[in-house]
Nanobody, 122 residues
Framework: VQLQASGGGSVQPGGSLRLSCAAS????????IGWFRQAPGKGREGVQC????????YVAASVKGRFTISRDNAKSTVYLQMNNLKPEDTAVYSC????????????????WGQGTQVTVSS
């Protein structure tokens, strides 16, 4: 099982980025996938998660209305579109697989990959 996040970078406040999470070694359509982030000196924060059954999503209050998660099972990829980025969004963003018996709101993952750095500054 592998999950690889990519697409990070440095942007100015108000800018946009689209992150990708490439999944391999398992059938993406059987699992919910979540994005989480960790900033220096802070704990892990669940950002968004998308269910595999009906597409329902979990959205953290801090990103509601700005970030959108989507999935393309045929491409084994989950995306995180981030708009109107703020300096407080600066963090390493990673994607994780929710266990089959779990759900997005648990904010727990059985596999996750190396993250991608997102830096928002002027």
């Amino acid at each position: 099982v592998q999950l690889q996040a990519s697409g990070g970078g440095s942007v100015q406040p108000g800018g946009s980025l689209r992150l990708s999470c490439a999944a391999s070694g398992f059938s993406l359509d059987l699992y919910a996938i979540g994005w989480f982030r960790q900033a220096p000196g802070k704990g892990r924060e669940g950002v968004q998660c998308i269910d595999n059954k009906d597409g329902r999503t979990y959205v953290a209050a801090s990103v509601k209305g700005r970030f959108t998660i989507s999935r393309d099972n045929a491409k084994s990829t989950v995306y995180l579109q981030m708009n109107n980025l703020k300096p407080e969004d600066t963090a390493v963003y990673s994607c994780g697989r929710v266990p089959r018996e779990g759900q997005c709101t648990d904010l727990e993952y059985d596999y996750w990959g190396q993250g991608t750095q997102v830096t928002v500054s002027s």
